[in-house]
């Protein structure tokens, strides 16, 4: 097995840590941090430095780069690794300061602010006894989430150019802005990427391949009544937050929903009230791994909706539902070799794994619904969008190892 650039790819991802990314929500551009493109701009220099083919930064701050295929045959898939460059805006972003743990001891890593990361609250760190963790100072997250996915790409370019020897077809490697606020694929252009199979390299810990995600609607519902001083109220006023408050209590309480439910299970979720005795608004989300209990939960919404306008004479409710996305599963249903293969490629190695589910969706949601299937690999990220955040180095070593035999059984598939 080819040996990887263990220090090189700590530097490098000890390199893209401290260059703070923080997405923002509230923002209306594109990416909606400017540093974004700063990191995408190192990246891209990187990429030109170690030979890359096809290097661009977009307008929109994406970075693409092509790997040539080293194979004879012309038909080898192209498959794309994508990881995303932006951090989270549930922890502070900036001013990382990486500290390098060699060979683990276990138990509690206390950090320079105070916090502590610990087993108990931290299963995993039991199996990471003597490997290489990256933390914080505790000030701030590290950012594991995704540059791990980001340096694992980098230095899986990087050994492919200098080692021939590794097949591999057209490699496209996507660096994306925004996913931590769900604009992860807005800008991707997939005609121009024409790849046949992608992943997202935005897992946590080894060997995990993603392979469901939720189906996923929002809803919106609009009460909309009739306002007036109170004190001329009678038989006048239509208050629109009694209809919405009888709306919310009628909504399942003991099932379906976030609080009650796990695994495989779905659920209507009210996560917004706004408004007024004129007006009042409730988002909602449904969620189901399977898409048609989409469908009976928007359903039961708008029975609620009709019982509660009939219990209100003169107060409208209005019920919106929208698609957001669809179980990853369904598409890559279409292209079983693009899980088929990566569980290969672990066996071929020798080495443990398991197929997931995330209640959740993910960049690779979208990507395969559009024609991409797209599911999502481990990188060795652990407790993120926190101040204790941490990455684990031999983690991202063995990824980057189980991509180049990856890379190598797609070379030899014909679609
Ligand atoms: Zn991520």
Redesign the pocket.
Known sequence: MIQINRQRLLERFLKYVQVGTTANPKSDQYPSTECQRDLGKILAQELVDMGASDVRQDEHGLVYATIPSNVKADHAPVVALLA?VDTSPDAPGHSVRPQVIESYPGGNIPLESGEVITPDACPDLKELVGKTLITTDGTTLLGG??KAGVAIIAELAQTLLENPQLLHGDLKVVFTCD??IGHGTDKIDLQALAADVAYTL?GGGEGIIDVETFSADGATVKFIGDSIHPAIAKDRMINALRGAADFIAALPRETDTPETTAGRQGFIHANTIVGQVAEVTVDLILRSFDTDDLGGYADQLRKIAAQVESDWPGLKVVVEVRKQYRNLGEGLANLPQSIDLAVKAFKNLGRPFKKEIIRGGTDGSVLTEKGLPTPNLSSGQHN?HSVREFACLDEMVAATEHLVELLKLWSDERL
Do not use: A, M, P, S
Request: hydrophobic fraction near 15%; avoid cysteine; charged fraction near 70%.
């Open positions: 995303h989430d995704d996913e931590e935005d993120i």
